[in-house]
């Protein structure tokens, strides 16, 4: 799993096992492989390259995938039937039917010699879905007791059964704006909140902010980089501030909009992951809305590598042709059965 906030690779070697008509899971082993400066610059750059920039990157990352898992399984001594890849998005315009994850299958199997499943998104966009996010049916099947599950990555989505069907959709953008005004203090990420802290709400951000038009929609909806590039950065150059005042503002955007849609949705008892879920801050002031809310932080392995826990079980559901995506979270035609599967004999 390779999120929008570029921090890394997650490995994650799952086991599942069903018993009567119920999954269960096991994280047997899991590790975060850190992108080099030099592929973090060719990933940041490559929607504004040339063709065939995109198409050697594309083999050329699904061979570092490749070797990841390669070095992943030698180091830990682990056996593993299958790898589920979800790639590295650099482009998800899912209303002009364009979602692209780079990092080619064919490379990752004949790499690491494991079969491979990848380009999970491409069938549910086809059909005319948002392609995203995909997480629900995993959150569906294996994390039935909480009342909605959410994910605080590069973007924030939000997971629950609202009447007789799964609801899922992006709440707004975290990592991927934190983490970039966090680099103009010289750090990679806001750990624990501490710059935010330091910073005052600029009260005139945070309204332009929760006035955009995408908070109105009705899901499904989700969100992606180019909007990040193409509204949320050219507005909040429009307001000159401080870094920590920016980062301020953002978590309170941030956790306003995450608060409302839990309360709106009375969701008593909601499971957190993914880097945001480590941000103190962040989650100190999200509890400030959402107070009869019981927020739950599982055990680190989960928090870190859900994600990963849950794409592997969407290779899973491929292998045995059950759908994988859902009509009701993507907004496609139908429930489908994604992803591409390379096979090594």
Partial sequence: MSGTSLDGVDLALCRFTQKEQTWHYEIIQAETYSYSDVWVKRLQNLAISDAFSFASTHIAYGHLLGDMVKQFIQTHQLHADYVASHGHTIFHQPENQITVQIGDGASIAATCGI????????????LSGQGAPLVPIGDKLLFSEYDACLNLGGFGNISFDFGNQRLAFDTSPVNILLNHF???????????????????????????????????????????????????????????????????????????????????HQLKNVLLSGGGAKNVFLVERLSSYVSSTLLTLPDEKIIDYKEALIFAFLGLLRIHHQNNCLQSVTGATKDNCGGCIYYIN
């Fill in 115 to 126: 079969p491979t499943i990848c380009d999970f998104r491409s069938l549910d966009v086809a």
């Fill in 182 to 264: 966090a680099l103009q203090k010289g750090v990679a990420f806001d750990k624990n909140g501490l710059i935010a802290r330091k910073g005052q709400v600029n009260n005139d951000v945070l309204s332009a902010l929760n006035k955009l038009e995408y908070y109105k929609k009705t899901p499904p909806k989700s969100l992606g980089k180019e909007w990040i590039d193409r509204i949320i950065l050219p507005l909040l150059k429009t307001y000159p501030d401080t870094t920590e005042n920016i980062l301020r503002t953002l978590v309170e955007h941030i956790t306003y909009q995450i608060g409302t849609i839990i309360n709106n």
